[in-house]
């Protein structure tokens, strides 16, 4: 029995046609990148953890101020027994009347005050809207000098909190309702508009910035009736500053390395921002490191401002402003160089606009040195033929 040959397709002229190659079936996702993802998941929880955890973990007073109405004799002492008991954690300032101890904390140019009379009782003066650790601190330690003293105690809130500000939360609430919405506004505002010129995400973020700052008033102040001193304009002016430093630092970024400035951002500002505020844990007892970056912090400024505003009656404010203030000139300064850089790619390369926009600016000046290097070699050569 003979078997007969497949016969095989031919093309024009008899000739065998060559089979087109098959092509390979698309392959699916690697499910390798899910545990990438959940791994640096879990890196970002434990920076964060360490970062509140070393804000917060172990507070302790450093150089506080005090300031203290009593003869020179019992000032000496007292200094001595509060050196003793906690060293470095307080410094005494002398003033010369009960009346002055207490504007002395009612002006924040101290945290607390002892006034010791002639005779009688000594009177402990501590200001609950600067926070519930802080006056129990204070209270501790001036009550056991006083009664090293033989003397009974009696104490003044001279800043107390409000009756819808219970924990005195409410201006560090303030403050992260200002934050989160910020990062995640400005990755918005990035993705929707990084083909667009730098100032449109400017006045997209400025508005922003303005809603932001009254939706929170009108939400503690006007609903909860956490704030109640009466200062709305000067709350949202602080609450505006605060948001338009966030969103306006974080697009110069963007505007300089891209997308991941958005995570460079996060970084300063929440795990490191929002855990030395000072909502939580008064700055003077946070440790080292923390306690002198926290005062020149957006965070902070947003925090100690609207405690100034609600419960100091603006004493203390100037520096608050002068951090909110120094963000956004900075973050200006930077979007101002990078559009310049976009203006002169402009009129040197033949892409399209969008394009120039959307690049980041590092890419630019890199491609530019780039350039430079690979020129030099080109201009010695046509200098030696010329010569």
Same mark, same amino acid.
């Given at each position: ?201 400017? #006045?997209?973020?400025? &508005?922003?910035?303005?809603? $932001?700052? +009254?939706?929170? @008033? /009108?939400? =503690?102040?006007?609903? %909860? ?55 939580s844990v008064p700055i003077a007892f946070l440790p080292n490191v923390f306690r ?27 520096? #608050?402003?002068?951090? &909110?203030?120094?963000?956004? $000139?900075? +973050?200006?300064? @930077? /979007?101002? =160089?990078?559009?310049? %850089? ?46």
């Open positions: 029995m003979t078997t007969s040959a497949t016969p095989q397709p031919t093309g024009t002229g008899g000739t065998p046609a060559v089979q087109a190659a098959q092509p390979e079936p698309p392959q699916g996702p690697a499910p390798r990148r899910l545990f990438v993802v959940a791994v640096l998941a879990a890196v970002i929880a434990l920076g964060f953890t360490l970062s509140f955890g070393y804000a917060d973990h172990a507070p302790r007073p450093h150089e506080v101020k005090l300031a203290v109405a009593a003869p020179a004799a019992v000032s000496a002492q007292l200094a001595k027994g509060l050196q003793q008991a906690e060293p470095g954690g307080f410094k005494l300032i002398a003033v010369s009347s009960a009346q002055a101890a207490i504007h002395s904390v009612r002006s924040q140019r101290a945290a607390g005050a002892l006034i010791v009379p002639v005779s009688g009782a000594n009177t402990i003066v501590t200001a609950g809207a600067d926070g519930t650790m802080q006056q129990q601190v204070l209270t501790k330690a001036l009550g056991a000098a006083s009664t090293a003293m033989h003397r009974p105690i009696r104490s003044v809130d001279a800043a107390p909190l409000s009756a819808g500000d219970h924990s005195g939360l409410s201006s560090f609430v303030f403050g992260l309702g200002l934050l989160i919405p910020s990062v995640l506004g400005s990755l918005g505002l990035f993705l929707v508009g990084m083909r667009l010129r730098v100032w449109w995400r400017v #006045a997209a973020g400025t &508005l922003f910035a303005l809603l $932001a700052a +009254a939706a929170g @008033v /009108l939400a =503690l102040d006007t609903i %909860l009736g956490a704030f109640t001193s009466g200062s709305t304009l000067e709350l949202i002016g602080i609450g505006f500053l605060g948001a338009l430093s966030y969103v306006l630092f974080i697009a110069a970024l963007q505007a300089v390395v891209g997308l991941p400035g958005t995570g460079l951002a996060a970084i300063a500002f929440i795990f490191v921002g929002n855990a030395v505020s000072g909502g002198q970056v926290a005062p020149w912090l957006p965070n902070s400024a947003i925090v100690s401002g609207a405690r100034d505003v609600v419960y100091f009656n603006g004493h203390d404010l100037g520096h #608050a402003l002068l951090v &909110l203030g120094l963000w956004p $000139a900075v +973050a200006l300064a @930077v /979007l101002g =160089l990078v559009d310049l %850089l976009h203006i002169s790619e402009r009129r040197q390369l033949e892409h399209p606009a969008h394009e120039i926009y959307r690049t980041p600016a590092v890419v630019h000046v890199a491609r530019r040195l780039r350039d430079s290097r690979q020129s030099q070699p080109r201009d010695r050569d046509a200098e030696a033929q010329t010569l």
